[in-house]
Structure formats: C-alpha cells, structure tokens
C-alpha cells in the first residue's frame, strides 16, 4: 500500500509528525505493454502444425474507441482437453537471460499479447477441447489503462453450438449477453476467428467474477 505524506502542527513548537493516508490501487497503463510481452507470444500452436487457427479481435473502450496499449492474456486446454501446458518451453539468451521466445515444438496453453496502435490483437493457437460439462473455450484476461483490476471473459467457438446449451455459464444468460462470447468464424480466412472485446457501452463483453 502506497501514502502521501501530510503534516500537522503540535502545539508548543513540536516538529510536524508525519502520516500515512491510503491511496487507491494505481491505474494499471501503458507500461505493461513494454515490461510483460515477449517474442512469439501468441505463437501457442507448435510452428507448422495442420491445425492450428487464429483467434484475433480489438480491443474497444466504452465510447467505442481502439485501445492501443492493452495486454492480453489466453488460457486454455489442449485439444484433448489436458491443461498442462509446457513448463519450460520458453527459451532464454544465455548472455543476458532476456525471452527469446517459445520454442516452437511445445503447446503451451498460454498466450501474452499486446495490441497494436489500432487496438487489434492476434493469437495462433489449437482450439481447446471440451472439459467436462463445458463447452470448449479461452480463458482470457485483459489489462488495459483505466482499469484498477484486470477483466476474465471467455472465447466460445461458434460450431460448437450443442455444448453451448450444456455450458453453465452461456446457460445462465439470454441471447444478446450470450453472444458477446462466442466469436465468429471468417468465411474469407478458414481457420480464422473474430473475437472484439468491449469494456464498456454497447453490447459491453460478458466478465466473469471470481471470488
């Protein structure tokens, strides 16, 4: 927890006798998109795998405005549906121990992407498998400035629309909040899907609350 510093005076001459008042959490900006992305960091999919696909979108404020200077974050299962990931795929300098990136054989489960000045972010990946109860899906996380705490949504697949009735949480909401989940397929792009995230206004994405 961060302070300001205030003083006072004290009768008789004393010195002034600092305290500490609290301040909110600082506003998470810009920085983050130079301090966290590394190289390749949507590069999930192992490098010339037949399946992978591409899962990209904008990042879009409450006025409806491109947030250039976000980071986001991708989760997700195997297509199998194993969320182990692959510790250690991430290969380092050995001068200065800086990122080099993936080491493109490993599926990893995890992206780290910044968007560009136009607000669009891309990740290369394989589509997750269903776990049980649950349609297939991306966890994602987003950071962007103004916001005091990060944002969890999820990226559903729109082919998959018979687990979509068996899915709690797309269950749980009506048909205009239901699709701010599920993204797009492109018909000029196969393997390509649309996925815009919006913070606020209209058709504002669904977040999930953890507690």
Known sequence: MHGTHTSAHTPGGAS??????????????????????????????????????????????????????????LWQAAPDGDLGGAPGSMRRDPVDGGHLGRNGVDFTGFARVPTDADGHWAARTLKPGARPGHAPYI????????????????????????????????ASLD????????????????GSYRFDIRLQGEKETVFLDFH
């Open 16 to 73: 002034p006798q600092p305290s500490l008042q609290p301040t909110p959490s600082h506003t998470v900006g810009p920085f983050y998109g130079y301090a966290l992305p590394f190289p390749g960091g949507g590069d999930v999919a192992p490098t010339g795998h037949g399946e992978t696909v591409t899962v990209h979108g904008h990042v879009y404020d409450g006025s409806g405005a491109p947030v250039p200077d976000a980071l986001i974050e």
């Open 139 to 170: 966890s994602v996380c987003v950071f962007a400035r103004g916001l005091l705490h990060h944002l969890f949504t999820r990226v559903y697949f729109p082919e998959d629309t018979r687990a979509h009735a068996e899915d709690p949480l797309l």
């Open 175 to 190: 048909a205009g909040r239901r699709e701010t989940l599920v993204a797009t397929a492109e018909r000029a792009a196969t």
